[in-house]
């Protein structure tokens, strides 16, 4: 990690400090921290500074089991309709978060108004792409899992694709 990097990345943990989002280091630089989601519970999401940028990411769901035209589709209109955050995929197909922030807009309330936004477009669109991408009944109802669920996702980090 630059110095640059390092200094951003600092003030990155002041600002989530000053939050009271009990920040975890990550091993290689950046942090960690869970959000509540109505509708998914907790809600993983990996920050990472760069020279310039800081890029924060969160798992999303896995990968579609079906109409995976129909989840992409509607995940890439919801993009249009969205401030900061745009959904992506992996390598594996399982779909993503991401946002990133300029150094000169960080500070603990625009990390707040993200956080923020991340919550709301999880909420907004959760139930949605899981019925559209699994084989969920309409007769069940959708709800957050029970506290202590693991909120990275599959492979249990934080994720921030993109920054190996």
């Not at 993200?114 to 792409?129: A, F, H, K, N, R």
Request: one cysteine or more.
């Amino acid at each position: 990690m630059s110095s640059n990097a390092t200094l951003l990345n600092a003030r990155v943990g002041e600002c989530l400090s000053d939050m009271e989002l009990s920040p975890a280091a990550r091993l290689g630089g950046g942090w960690s921290v869970e959000l509540p989601s109505l509708k998914r519970g907790a809600v993983g999401v990996g920050l990472l500074a760069r020279e310039r940028t800081v890029r924060l990411a969160t798992f999303f769901m896995r990968a579609p089991d079906r109409d995976h035209v129909s989840v992409y589709r509607r995940l890439l209109e919801r993009n249009l309709q969205m401030t900061y955050w745009r959904f992506g995929i992996d390598a594996d197909g399982d779909l993503f978060l991401a946002a990133h922030l300029d150094d000169d807009q960080l500070s603990a309330a625009s990390l707040d108004a993200v956080l923020g936004l991340l919550v709301t477009y999880i909420d907004e669109s959760y139930e949605t792409i899981l019925r559209l991408g699994f084989d969920v009944p309409a007769h069940i109802r959708v709800v957050a899992p029970p506290l202590g669920h693991d909120a990275w996702g599959p492979r249990g980090d934080a994720p921030v694709p993109g920054d190996a």
